[in-house]
């Protein structure tokens, strides 16, 4: 059994510079301004887009992120319809095989600390479920009868590909106070991805 923390990575090359660029090229159509383009009016335009809340011309560039996080918190990030989701399946990954360590991984809760009684409760569980599932395999079941007895504590995998707008979207109700704990630790990691590349189209975001 691995009990690993969640991470995130950004998929290909992120050009912020021209994702600005192709977002200001598509705002300006609204107002036939492409003439007012210059070599820094890229970042302005977005601003006063984005304070005037006309966020539709956001949605003409897109980001890709793979997340590795438990299977609770994707039940939640599913919810968000204005994206494209592929993730890692319980019924065809066989957590016994080579190429899983033949164990099964779970991730930490970030609000369970190690020694305490509820994190030893926690632990213990997936113990148990790592067993029972391993056991079920060697008695003939498939990895899609197998999954039952998983937690959401889970490790998974999913690849997250979502326009700007509803990136934004997604920041604003995941990274709140009220959000679940797991989730909005996940949500923070990759709003300071985003800003770090590009702060434009999300450094207004209060988190």
């Given at each position: ?109 970030c609000y369970l600390q190690e020694g305490t009684q509820t994190y030893r409760i926690w632990a213990e569980a997936m113990e148990n479920a790592e ?69 434009v189209l999300f450094d207004d975001i209060e988190a």
């Amino acid at each position: 059994m691995k009990i690993i923390p969640p991470s995130y990575e950004i998929m290909g090359n992120i050009d912020g510079g021209q994702m600005l660029r192709n977002i200001e090229l598509c705002g300006r159509v609204c107002y036939k301004s492409e003439d007012r383009i210059t070599d820094d009016s890229a970042a302005k335009f977005i601003a006063m887009i984005r304070k005037s809340g006309h966020e539709s011309v956001l949605e003409h560039e897109k980001i890709t992120v793979r997340v590795i996080c438990d299977r609770g918190v994707t039940h939640e990030i599913v919810r968000h319809r204005m994206a494209s989701y592929s993730q890692e399946s319980t019924r065809y990954c066989n957590y016994s095989k080579d190429k899983f360590g033949g164990e099964l991984a779970f991730i930490k809760p970030c609000y369970l600390q190690e020694g305490t009684q509820t994190y030893r409760i926690w632990a213990e569980a997936m113990e148990n479920a790592e067993r029972s599932y391993l056991a079920m395999l060697a008695a003939g079941a498939k990895a899609e009868e197998a999954r039952a007895v998983l937690p959401n504590s889970l490790k998974t995998e999913l690849v997250i590909t979502m326009n700007i707008r509803e990136w934004r979207h997604f920041f604003r109700l995941r990274t709140a106070e009220r959000a679940h704990p797991q989730m909005r630790e996940l949500a923070l990691m990759i709003l300071d991805g985003f800003r770090a590349q590009i702060p434009v189209l999300f450094d207004d975001i209060e988190a």
